[in-house]
Structure formats: C-alpha cells, structure tokens
C-alpha cells in the first residue's frame, strides 16, 4: 500500500508544481481586466479658515475598475469608488456664529491610473497613481426648498420638495502600493493601500488613506 500513496502524492506534487509552473509563466500583456472593490477607509479630520473644521469617521465603500496591460509589466486603467462616511462639522456663519453639523456626506471619486507590476510572474508586488476628480455632498441644504407638484396616475396630486446641497467637485490625485496574483483562468485577487488627496475649495483639503481589496478577471 505504501507504493500507491507514493505514487499518489507524486502525482499531486507533479500536479502541483506544473499549476505554479503554469501561473508563474502568465501574461497580462495585450489582456483587459475588470475588478469589483471593497475599500475600507480611514478616518480624517481637516481644520479650516476661521475655526471652521471636518471630522469624517471611517467607512465602507464599494469600487470598480478597469484596465488595459501595455506590457506585462505596465497597465493603464480608470477606477470609480463611492462612500458614505459620516461627518461632524462646525461652520463659523455670520448670523449664528459657530454652528455644528452631525451628518452623512456622499464621495464619489473617478480616476485615470497607471500600474507597475514589479514582477512578470502570476505574483507580483505593484505601484499605482492616479489623477482624477472627486465629488462631495454635504447633504446639507444650502436654501429654503423648491417645491415641486404632479399628477401621479395611482396617487394623485402630490407635492414634494427638492433641496439644493453644498457640494463640490475638485480635482483629486492617489498613490498606492500593493500585491497581486493571477490565479488561473483569468481570475485575479489583489489588496493595496491608498492614499487620495482631494484639492477642494475653502482651504479645505481632505487627505484619506485606505486599503482596498479586489477580485478581478483578465480578458
């Protein structure tokens, strides 16, 4: 019995050493790529002109990218992320002073990327940059509402009013690092940590790092 169980795990290390074989000989070049995300943000807390002030909790968010591989080693792509971290604000106002808000802001960020995979093979550190823009909702209106009226075919009349908030959209670049591997069957994991400067208005500028991990395909 012991010669078939030699057999038996020669035939696995075989089996084995032939699938590594197999992904350390994997290509990227000329393949598109497409990921889903989950990004887990730090907190951060940006001070402001005349004692105004940001503290933005931690947060879940969710990502998708894509890219193109020029080389094996190069690849160029565009990746799209959206949070819905909470906030504490103070705004210093001219009618009330200093005035706190407790609320859920909205950032969606859109980016052009370039990634250097250090090495060829199926696993490989890698190094990224990317510029692009970032957009933010405060979700906190910035006027009295405008209300809007229609006929409903189930309902009726109905009126509803609309807030305008305080948002913003602003330029934004990022640099990270991280590692990858190619499993096989065009199926990919990778994990990195981030770091995205927002170059808003009003001396406000957020600076937010997060890791994020993705599970992709190669086409």
């Given at each position: 019995m012991a010669l078939p169980k030699?057999?038996?795990?020669?035939?696995?290390?075989?089996?084995?050493?032939l699938s590594m074989a197999s992904l350390a000989e994997s290509r990227r070049e000329g393949h598109w790529e497409t990921s889903?995300?989950?990004?887990?943000?730090?907190s951060e807390k940006v001070s402001g002109d005349n004692q105004s002030a940001i503290d933005i909790d931690n947060d879940v968010g969710v990502g998708f990218g894509v890219a193109y591989h020029l080389t094996n080693n190069f690849a160029l792509g565009f990746d799209f992320s959206y949070l819905e971290p909470d906030y504490?604000?103070?705004?210093?106002?001219?009618?009330?002073?200093?005035?706190?808000?407790?609320?859920?802001?909205?950032?969606?960020?859109?980016?052009f990327s370039g990634i250097w995979h250090v090495l060829d093979g199926a696993f490989t550190p890698f190094l990224r940059a990317g510029l692009g823009w970032t957009y933010i909702d405060s979700n906190v209106s910035d006027g009295p509402p405008v209300t809007g009226c229609w006929w409903d075919p189930w309902y009726g009349y109905i009126c509803q009013n609309f807030y305008d908030t305080y948002d913003d959209t602003s330029f934004s670049y990022s640099f990270g690092a991280g590692i990858r591997f190619d499993l096989g069957g065009g199926l990919l994991l990778k994990g990195s940590i981030n770091h995205i400067e927002i170059d808003a208005d009003n001396s406000f500028n957020p600076g937010i790092s997060n890791a994020r991990f993705e599970m992709g395909w190669t086409f």
């Open positions: 030699a057999l038996l795990m020669a035939s696995l290390c075989a089996t084995l050493g889903v995300q989950v990004i887990f943000t730090d504490k604000a103070v705004f210093n106002t001219d009618q009330r002073g200093l005035v706190s808000v407790d609320h859920e802001m909205e950032v969606n960020t859109g980016q």
